[in-house]
C-alpha cells in the first residue's frame, strides 16, 4: 500500500506468487522461516515449467474467479503480491482497487534502462556487466512504477552465456527477496523512489528459432556476442552450411581467436582449419572463431563432417524475417508473432 510516497504493508501474513521461478522451494523456505504463508499463481503455459512438487493453481486471466478466490483466501492488506514474469494485463483498476498497491514486481535489470523483455541475450550483445536486483511497485505500463529497493553488482568474467549470467542472478535474486521480505517485516514505510522517464530503452522480446540467425557480416566482437546470447539454455544462433545437405545449423560454444592469419571481409564463414575437436571460421575482421559445437536439428553435433572451405551463410530473408516480427506471449504461450513492417 502507499501513504506520503512510502510502501507499506500492515501485518505480513502472506505471499501471492504471481507467475513462475524455478527457485519457489527456495523462496517458499524464506517466507516460512518469517512465519508467512505462501501461494503461488500461474497460468497454464507457465506451470508446464515449474519445478515437480510446486503447488499452485492456474488461471489464465485475472477475472471474476481469479478475484473470487484472492478475496476468500487473503486479507489483502496483510498480503504481499510478487510479481515474477507472469502472463497477465494489470490495468489501473485491478492495481488499484483490488491488489490496493500490494502488488510488485521483481526485475532482473536496470529500470528504466532495460525495460521489456530478452533480459539477458540483450545484455551479452551490448556487454553490460552489471547486476541489478530491483523490486518496484507494478505500474499500468510495461516495467513502470517506483523502485522500492535495488542493489547492483558486477558480473563475475566467467559469466559468457545466458546461463551464466542467470545462474549467478538466481544466487544474488534469493539473498535479495529474503532482505525484502525483512524489511517488510521490520520496516512500516519503505521510502518509493520514482524512475526517471528522461532516459531509458524498450527491449522487445526474443525467440531464438525466429531471432538467431547468424549474420556473418557482423565484426568479430559483434557477431561473437550476438552467438553467445542464444547459447544455454537456449538452442543456439543458428545459420547454414553452402556444402552438404545438413539444413539449419546451430553454433555452441564459441570463442573469439586471434591466433591464426588475418582475414578479408569476403571470407567470412569459411572454415579455414579443422582441428578434430573445434574448427577455424574467419570472420570480417582481425579475429577467428573456434567452435566446438555445430549441432543439427536434432541437436547432434556433427563437427566431424565439417570439411575445411565450407562456408558458413545465412539467406538475407532469414536475416530480415528475424527483425520483421514482434514476439509476444499470452497466458497459454505463444502468440501468432506481428509482423512489424
Known sequence: MIKNNKFYIKNLKQVVFLGESQRFKELININNSFGLKTTIV????????????????IFDNLNDDFKKFVKKNFVIENTLFC???PRYVFTKDILKFFFLYNLVDFHG?????????????????????IDCQMVHLVGE???????????ISIFPSYCKIPQDFEDYRLKKFIKFYSKFIEMLKNNPELELKPQQDYIGRYNPRLRTLLNGYIDWNLNSYDLINFIN???????????????????????????????????HPFMSGIISRHDKDWIVVSTVSKHMLLIEKVLNENSVNILDKLKVGNRFFTPSEKLEKSKSFEIDYSSKGLKKQKKQI
Open 83 to 85: 510479481s515474477l514474469g
Open 229 to 263: 546470447a542464444f547459447d544455454e539454455p537456449y538452442a543456439g544462433a543458428s545459420t547454414f552450411l553452402n556444402s552438404g545437405n545438413f539444413g539449419r545449423l546451430f553454433l555452441k560454444k564459441v570463442h573469439l581467436h586471434g591466433g591464426d592469419s588475418s582475414n
Open 141 to 151: 505500463k510495461l516495467d513502470t512504477g517506483p523502485i522500492i529497493l535495488n542493489e
Open 109 to 129: 535489470t536496470r529500470l528504466p534502462l532495460d525495460a521489456g523483455g530478452g533480459g539477458f541475450s540483450w545484455k551479452i550483445m551490448r556487454e553490460d556487466r
Open 42 to 57: 500461474t497460468s497454464s503455459h507457465q506451470s508446464k515449467l515449474l519445478p515437480k512438487k510446486i503447488k499452485f493453481r
